[in-house]
T-cell receptor
């Protein structure tokens, strides 16, 4: 079990370019979450997806950010026309389902993708 | 809206000393609380959850609804406990198992 795989681990972009971050969940997990960690801040929830559906995107900036989790392939977090303020670590997590008999399901985290915008 | 507060950015203790990492939360519903840990150069991983009422690596945490706290404790700190600790609250408003994290506390155990 390879766990949650994120790539690239490090991404450098110039202002105005696009950034694409990929996340392959744990095999068998159908729920994916994206979090952002800005310097000196905690992890901020961005979006929660199931296969082909966005369940909760309340943490996503209204513009330039989008996420998808297609039927086949990894989840993608896309940031268009990046700005310096987008520089952060982006973490993906997955879970089997959102809730089981034992309460809220545990999230398994990836190692993160660090985006640097020049 | 839910919120998790970890007042200490850094906590430094000597090996063998007791450890208490503070966590307070605000949430209108019935909370489910977790502690996640991130060791140096490793990914974030679950340490323990209040619903399990278990002790992991000597750490325990009790949910105190009256004080809205979920402090993490260990009677005797070990050097390998040095890491970043995050308190998190699970909420189901709007659907899904959304975790709200605190800003984290860096625990440094000195010899």
């Amino acid at each position: 079990n390879a766990g949650v795989m994120q790539n690239p681990r490090h991404l450098v972009r110039r202002r105005g370019q696009e950034a694409r971050l990929r996340c392959s969940p744990v095999k068998g997990h159908s729920h994916v979450y994206w979090y952002r960690q800005l310097p000196e801040e905690g992890l901020k929830f961005m979006v929660y997806l199931q296969k082909e559906n966005i369940i909760d995107e309340s943490g996503m900036p209204k513009e330039r950010f989008s996420a998808e989790f297609p039927k086949e392939g990894p989840s993608i977090l896309r940031i268009q026309q990046v700005v310096r303020g987008d520089s952060a670590a982006y973490f993906c997590a997955s879970s089997l389902r959102d809730r089981g008999l034992g309460g809220a399901n545990v999230l398994t985290f990836g190692a993160g993708s660090r985006l640097t915008v020049l | 809206a839910q919120r998790v507060t970890q007042p200490e950015k850094l906590l430094s203790v000597f090996k063998g000393a007791p450890v208490e990492l503070k966590c307070n939360y605000s949430y209108s519903g019935s909370p489910e609380l977790f502690w996640y840990v991130q060791y140096s150069r490793q990914r974030l991983q679950l340490l323990l959850r209040h619903i399990s009422r278990e002790s992991i690596k000597g750490f325990t945490a009790d949910l105190n609804k009256g004080e809205t706290s979920f402090h993490l404790k260990k009677p005797f700190a070990q050097e390998e406990d040095s890491a970043m600790y995050y308190c998190a609250l699970s909420s189901f408003t709007g659907g899904g198992n959304k975790l709200t994290f605190g800003t984290g506390t860096q625990l440094k155990v000195e010899l």
